[in-house]
């Protein structure tokens, strides 16, 4: 596993090197390997992304609110998966609300002082099934999600060769970067956005990827799908705007519930009352 070995040390230094040159040279340094990605065929019921309202927002009014980022001259940082100046669409299914909201709620981001979180759920239904790359758990994380260590046992026993032990190397250290907590281990995203795009650039048939979520302990999970996917293989449903209020520790339970009562598609508006 020597070539992964060298390799990994030196994503790492290049992880750790604040100039302006260290993420293309992540970036080339991955383009230039060749990566076997877990894929999966996934249609769930229904995706839903969650918001935070800020500044005393009332209710979002229309889908793109709700959706990703599409004012790309302010995204300034980099996110798990998206580059600056990059939007990409974050999202859980319905059967992993519970996920989205522990992704969201301030307090599990370090915001120990908060007692009231303001949300609003979209909804999109799905006309086709997605093809997502599956970021495999890590040694440290396995045992937790019954299809992600499925699919890991599958890849591992794929091949019984040297160059595949050097591959395998490789996408634990991947792995292992992604169930980072950036607060506990003063990390950042820049492998994690490298591999992502790589897996965008290097696999065009796939809409995106699905990788066990840190703020659930690693039992629920997390879709992030490419823009272009969300406008030709989704549509927006529903909308929900919900209080949560915090009762003990990192314990919020909501408190008020507002649904909307349609949506105008020719206005593109959601209607609330």
Known sequence: ??????????????KEDNSINSYPHIKNILKNQRIAVAVVKY????????????NGEEFFTSPEQLSYRK?????????????PGQGFF????????????????????GNTESTEEVLTIGAWNLKD????????????????????DQMKEFYNSFEDSPEYEDLKNLNEFLANEFSL????????????????????ETFPELDGLMYTSLKSEHKGINIVLWPEVVETKTEFFAARKSIY???????????????NKGFDKDKNEIIWK
């Open 245 to 259: 209020k915090r009762i003990v520790d990192k314990t919020f339970v909501e408190v008020k519930i507002f649904d």
């Open 129 to 148: 099934s997605l093809n997502l790359a599956m970021i495999l758990p890590s040694i440290e994380n396995s045992g937790i999600h019954e299809q992600f």
């Open 43 to 54: 249609r769930p019921f229904k995706l839903i992304r969650f918001r935070r309202h800020n």
């Open 71 to 83: 004012d790309i001259l302010n995204i300034k940082n980099f996110g798990r998966a998206n580059e």
């Open 1 to 14: 596993m020597e070539h992964s070995t060298e390799l990994i040390s030196k994503l790492k230094l290049l």
């Open 181 to 200: 907590d950036l607060e506990k281990h003063n990390s950042n995203y820049k492998i994690t956005c490298a591999f992502s795009n790589y897996i965008k």
């Open 90 to 109: 974050y999202c859980n299914d319905n059967n992993n609300q519970d996920t989205g909201i522990s992704e969201i709620v301030s307090v599990f981001r």
